[in-house]
């Protein structure tokens, strides 16, 4: 997902997509450690939206203050 994606969604709908991106890292890092994903490049990627999504909602609780 690319910045300006995040940008576009609301604050409530930001904060619900961080916490079902990090429901799915999770799972993957898990089935990961079971047996080894095709792409395992994907945890990095999932791991940087995370950060990405969750630098936006920073930035809005700060602007908002």
Do not use: C, F, G, W
Not at 23 to 47: C, D, F, G, T, V
Request: glycine fraction near 0%; hydrophobic fraction near 40%; aromatic fraction near 2%.
């Amino acid at each position: 997902m690319k910045i300006a994606e995040i940008r576009e969604l609301s604050t409530a709908d930001l904060a619900e997509r961080v916490e079902a991106e990090m429901a799915n890292y999770n799972q993957m890092i898990l089935n990961h450690s079971i047996s080894p994903l095709e792409n395992p490049a994907q945890i990095k990627q999932l791991r940087k939206t995370i950060a990405r999504m969750k630098t936006e909602l920073r930035q809005r609780e700060l602007n908002n203050k």
